[in-house]
């Protein structure tokens, strides 16, 4: 079946533009997480969403970071005023359930950000 | 002091090698220790989990938990090059999310 899709694939912004990036989950999942991989970071966690919960933000690095689940499917993750190093791999991941499956994510392929 | 720390050198070895890989983790409260795959400009994929301690076998792979020293490994056996890939140790601090070392870039030559 379909797996987890991410859009774009690649965005080359300006500092100090918006960027908005979409995932689309495996349908039938009701768990979808945010993390960020950077060179010398690793994958950071940055929200989780589950169900109609309201979501676990600890991981956004500011309050130029948020993300929004829309009718418990497709989520998108909005970076205001980015800056150079918010440039990174943006990767969503999604699972069968929260708690009990998590340690089972499916991973989409990403969305590479760059900031110049 | 990291949830879960991993070494992040590169590991070049010849085709039917094994190939060794580990992490520590700092909280012995911690029970799932999971290790994904992740190949060139896409995402990771779950490779093999570990509830508490213990061995796991699959195939050529091996997944290992020493609890009293909080260390995680990864064993590929009979290495092939469609192993070469980046390997990250996990483990999950809470009911949430994960927790990823930074892992390691392996290359088997053929």
């Known amino acids: 079946g379909a797996g987890v899709s991410q859009s774009p694939s690649n965005k080359v912004t300006e500092k100090g533009k918006d960027v908005e990036l979409r995932c689309d989950p495996i349908s039938g999942h009701t768990a979808l997480y945010w993390y960020r991989q950077s060179l010398g970071q690793g994958l950071e966690f940055l929200i989780y969403?589950?169900?109609?919960?309201?979501?676990?933000k600890s991981g956004l690095p500011s309050d130029r970071f948020s993300a929004e689940r829309t009718g418990g499917s497709v989520s998108t993750l909005t970076i205001q005023r980015t800056q150079q190093e918010d440039s990174a791999v943006y990767l969503c991941?999604?699972?069968?359930?929260?708690?009990?499956?998590?340690?089972?994510?499916?991973f989409g392929p990403g969305t590479r950000l760059t900031v110049t | 002091q990291k949830e879960v720390e991993q070494d992040p050198g590169p590991l070049s070895v010849p085709e039917g090698a094994i190939v060794s890989l580990n992490c520590t983790y700092s909280?012995?409260?911690?029970?799932?220790f999971m290790w994904y795959r992740q190949y060139s400009r896409k995402g990771p994929e779950l490779l093999m989990y570990t509830y508490s301690s213990g061995n796991k076998e699959d195939g050529r792979f091996t997944a290992q938990v020493d609890k009293s020293s909080k260390y995680i490994s990864l064993f590929i056996r009979d290495s092939q090059p469609s192993d070469s890939a980046t390997y990250l140790c996990a483990t999950q601090p809470g009911n949430n999310r994960l927790a990823f070392g930074k892992g390691n870039q392996v290359v088997v030559i053929p």
């Open positions: 909280n012995s409260a911690f029970q799932y």
């Open positions: 969403f589950q169900g109609n919960s309201a979501p676990d």
């Open positions: 991941a999604s699972s069968l359930r929260g708690a009990q499956s998590s340690y089972e994510q499916y």
